[in-house]
Each structure stands twice: as C-alpha cells, then as structure tokens.
C-alpha cells in the first residue's frame, strides 16, 4: 500500500526558512513524478512545486518561485521542500503527492496526510 509522510512543518517568523521533507513508501518512488501542495483555510487546494521522476524537470508556481527550491533523493524515496523568504500568505497545510507524470494540476495518485505550515507576521 503506497503511503506518503510529510515532516518539517511548523511555525515560522516572516522572512523565514523551513524545510519540508516527504518520504515514499510502498510504491515505486523513483519512478513517480512528485509534488508539494497546500490548501489554506477556506481556499482551493493548490500546486506549489513539482518535479519529475529524475529530478530533471521542475515547475513552480508563481507566488513561491524564486523562493521555493523542490529537490528529492530517490535512494531515501524522498522529496524535500526548501522555503526561503516564506511569508504570512503561505501558510497552509501542505501535501506531497505522487503521479505517474510532472502536472500542476490536483490529479497526483497518492497523497500525504498533510503538514502544518505557519508564518506569523
């Protein structure tokens, strides 16, 4: 059975830094693109970085490029969230996930439980 476990989150001062971790298990990690998430209280859930099954190929949103660094290991089946600069708006709770292919949309296969990301002002 596939299972997705998320760690790092916290509470954080404006301006900075966390580091998300997600470790596979269960399925064939190496071979999956994965994904970071979040979903804010009252708000859609949304994409936030992705990367391809070899690390070869990332995508970002807008509100977290240049701040956001996604990156993984596939010897430990994991995939990690750097967030630099971090500001109140991105407070959520955050999900990795896992899908055959690299997508920004909410369609990944396997998902994590979630981790609670807060900055305060």
């Known amino acids: 059975q596939a299972q997705l476990v998320e760690s790092g989150g916290g509470l954080v001062q404006a301006g900075g830094s966390l580091r998300l971790s997600c470790v596979a298990s269960g399925l064939a990690a190496s071979r999956y693109a994965l994904g970071w998430f979040r979903q804010a209280p009252g708000k859609e859930r949304e994409f936030v970085a992705g990367?391809?099954?070899?690390?070869?190929?990332?995508l970002y949103a807008d509100s977290v490029k240049g701040r956001f660094t996604i990156s993984r290991d596939n010897a430990k089946n994991t995939v990690y969230l750097q967030m630099n600069g971090m500001k109140p708006e991105d407070t959520a709770v955050y999900y990795c996930?896992?899908?055959?292919?690299?997508?920004?949309?909410?369609?990944?296969?396997?998902w994590g439980q979630g981790t609670q990301v807060t900055v305060s002002s």
């Open positions: 996930a896992a899908h055959r292919f690299l997508t920004t949309s909410p369609v990944y296969s396997y």
């Open positions: 990367i391809n099954w070899n690390g070869a190929s990332t």
